[in-house]
């Protein structure tokens, strides 16, 4: 039985695989996307509870990405924790204003990481009726 | 005498023609236009238009005299610096010469006029703004040259902050995948894989730090740093990092003692650089303190200055290497403590910072004996933390600091002189008036710091236009750092008012998502 399924979107693959092994051997379902597009039809399609997003990226960076599922009814609600190497007052005032719950800088302690994705799952699942 | 290139102009007042005409012909040269005027009004008309290197304006004529012309001149901005030399016939006496000098002349002369005397004084006044006029130049080349300056450094940064960011991204993966090998993820490794995973882990995060701390450095060395200061309690400060290493002193038995007196007065700093400054002295304190050592955090006043002191007893720093600690990727054979290595750039940064906010960081240590690190830190007062407001203001703008003002707005309240630190520091334009929005830009220089009292009627609207100003102009992300001043304070005599934080939340929306910033 599945913890959840997480939505793991960034352009680089070996980021992909190696959090995919990670949040597998975790328990989670890891569904991945490698673009601001892929990621949109990925969320809307897989429904994931939780998106690890990055934010430089091709095809709708991930500001992009965030506006565009808030406005669709079915991913307005999924939390997103941005993954990303960007670190500009722009990007944090973004973040905020996109109502993104953590904003963890690459590269990170995988614990950190693990913690953050925890009581995001966690949070998610007491608010699912 | 050489034909300079702009030549220099000189007004002369006088109510009779024939008295023009044969001053105008006494003073004739080349390279130098005389303007004439036959009354007061049209000599004020005149001159706005004009940079002159000096006035001679007849006291006796109808209409307004020439001490009622002096009068309104230093009234108005383009026309106060003018020198004056006052012609007359008559008013000899010596009420009359005062009630001259009493509106600004520099000089004073009696028809019948000799024609020697008044060919020199009148050179005087031409040389004088000769070389005036060579300093501007020059002050514009060398303007010029600051911002070629610039522009390299800003190039310079942006291929650091282009160059760290493209290195974040393997060393992701590098650490990612040491970290999936480690965890036993992909594998279970013996105990001799994890530990050379450890190690490859531990210089991960070494390269990471090392990478987030050139881009510190790089942006406090260019001044990008967004700094404003405030009032800050040291005391508080210290207790805070003290608490964030209790755990980490107690696990290897470092003892970790406060020494902050009561009553200390506060300080004027960032409290974000100055915890930094902090964390890197008592994070060195730790990394060479031996096991049942202590770390010492002292805060004491000393004379205008506040002085923290960061003292361990580790093995201490020869004299000799003194000043070679403070230098970029200096690491000392300390015998090591229960530290990991650093990136030998914490103190290079925290010198810089304490230097940014006008303090000093020094040590004192000899072999053997244990260290102390030391930084001091201005006491904080309303004139040192409006001077640093300006200070910091002028660090964040792109231009020289003669290339852009300061406005000051405040509502009519009797005129009181400007602080003259002030004036050195930037060119300021002082506006008293009852409704803000009647403010207009000052002489082509580009408004890049307001001081506004909140209490002038329009101030809002003043923000709002100026903001929508700099957008038409397509300067939209150069707006100006603003301070919003609180309603009628005491200090109206002195003009040197308190910045305070973020006083009017309805003023900050104006502009909140723009850059402003409020002290």
Same mark, same amino acid.
């Given at each position: ?17 190696s ?7 975790a328990? !989670?379902?890891?569904h ?8 949109t ?9 939780l998106?690890l ?6 095809a ?6 965030v ?5 669709i ?10 993954l ?7 990007? !944090? ?9 953590? !904003? ?19 949070r ?6 | ?11 002369i ?9 044969s001053?105008?012909?006494l003073l004739?040269?080349d ?8 009354s ?16 001679l304006l007849?006291?006796?004529?109808p209409g ?15 026309t ?16 009359h010469i005062f ?17 020697f ?7 005087v ?21 600051n911002?070629?300056?610039k522009?390299?450094?800003?190039r ?5 902050s ?23 993820i992909?594998?279970t ?22 990478v ?8 406090i060395e ?19 990092v ?26 004027l700093g ?40 960061i003292?361990?007893?580790?093995p ?5 290497y ?16 229960p ?22 960081l ?5 072999d ?19 001077r ?10 792109r231009l ?6 300061l406005v000051?707005v ?7 002189e400007l ?6 520091t930037?060119?300021v ?26 209490s ?5 609207a003043?923000?709002?236009?100026l ?19 609180p309603?009628?304070?005491?200090a ?15 003023l ?6 723009k ?5």
């Amino acid at each position: 039985m599945s913890k959840g399924k997480i939505l793991v979107v960034d352009d680089e693959p070996e980021i992909v695989r190696s959090l995919t092994l990670r949040l597998g051997a975790a328990g !989670y379902e890891v569904h991945s996307a490698m673009d601001g597009l892929g990621a949109t039809k990925k969320a809307i399609e897989v429904q994931p509870e939780l998106i690890l997003l990055d934010i430089g990226m091709p095809a709708g960076n991930g500001h992009v990405v965030v506006e565009r599922l808030r406005n669709i009814g079915e991913t307005s609600h999924i939390p997103i924790i941005y993954l990303t190497a960007r670190t500009s007052d722009e990007d !944090y005032r973004k973040a905020r204003d996109g109502g993104v719950c953590k !904003y963890i800088t690459k590269p990170f302690d995988s614990e950190v990481l693990m913690a953050a994705i925890e009581s995001e799952m966690e949070r998610s699942v007491e608010l699912t009726p | 005498m050489a034909v300079t290139q702009n030549p220099l102009s000189i007004m002369i007042v006088d109510d009779r023609p024939e008295n023009l005409s044969s001053m105008s012909q006494l003073l004739a040269q080349d390279g130098l236009d005389i303007v004439t005027a036959r009354s007061g009004d049209e000599a004020l008309a005149k001159m706005l238009s004009l940079d002159l290197a000096l006035v001679l304006l007849d006291v006796q004529m109808p209409g307004m005299d020439g001490f009622e012309v002096a009068d309104l001149m230093r009234r108005n901005p383009r026309t106060r610096h003018f020198p004056i030399i006052f012609v007359t016939a008559i008013n000899k006496e010596r009420r009359h010469i005062f009630s001259g000098f009493e509106v600004g002349a520099v000089d004073y002369i009696f028809k019948p006029v000799d024609p020697f005397i008044i060919r020199s004084k009148v050179q005087v006044f031409l040389e004088i703004k000769r070389s005036a006029l060579e300093r501007e130049r020059l002050l514009v080349d060398l303007n010029r040259a600051n911002r070629r300056l610039k522009d390299i450094s800003d190039r310079k940064s942006d291929f650091l902050s282009a160059a760290s960011h493209e290195l974040r991204t393997p060393l992701t993966v590098i650490k990612e995948y040491c970290s999936l090998v480690h965890d036993g993820i992909v594998g279970t490794p013996n105990a001799e894989q994890k530990k050379c995973m450890e190690a490859a882990l531990r210089n991960c995060n070494r390269l990471a730090d090392l990478v987030n701390d050139l881009l510190d450095l790089d942006a406090i060395e260019s001044g990008y740093s967004s700094m404003f200061r405030e009032e800050l309690d040291l005391g508080f400060l210290l207790r805070e990092v003290a608490e964030d290493f209790g755990p980490r002193c107690d696990s290897v038995e470092q003892g970790i003692a406060l020494d902050v007196p009561d009553g200390l007065p506060t300080a004027l700093g960032n409290p974000d650089l100055v915890t930094q400054v902090l964390v890197n002295l008592v994070g060195n304190a730790h990394k060479f303190t031996p096991e049942g050592g202590t770390i010492t955090l002292r805060a004491e006043r000393e004379e205008t200055n506040l002085r923290v002191a960061i003292k361990d007893t580790g093995p201490g720093i020869a004299p000799e290497y003194h000043d070679k600690v403070f230098e970029k990727f200096t690491q000392l054979n300390r015998k090591d403590g229960p530290g990991a290595k650093g990136t030998g750039l914490g103190l290079a940064i925290s010198h810089k910072i304490v230097e940014l906010m006008d303090g000093q960081l020094g040590l004192d240590s000899r072999d053997g004996q244990g260290a102390t690190f030391h930084f001091t830190l201005p006491l904080f007062s309303e004139t040192a933390h409006m001077r640093a407001f300006v200070a910091d203001g002028t660090a964040h703008t792109r231009l020289g600091n003669t290339d852009w003002c300061l406005v000051l707005v405040r509502p009519c309240t009797p005129e009181s002189e400007l602080p003259e630190w002030l004036e050195e520091t930037v060119t300021v334009a002082l506006r008293q008036t009852d409704d803000a929005t009647t403010v207009t830009a000052v002489e082509n220089l580009p408004v890049k710091a307001v001081l506004l009292q909140a209490s002038v009627a329009g101030a809002k609207a003043y923000l709002t236009r100026l903001q929508a100003n700099l957008e038409s102009a397509g300067h939209q992300d150069e707006l100006p750092h603003c301070c919003v001043l609180p309603l009628d304070r005491e200090a109206h005599q002195d003009f040197v008012w308190m910045p305070e934080k973020l006083v009017f939340n309805e003023l900050a929306q104006v502009s909140d998502s723009k850059g402003m910033s409020y002290v």
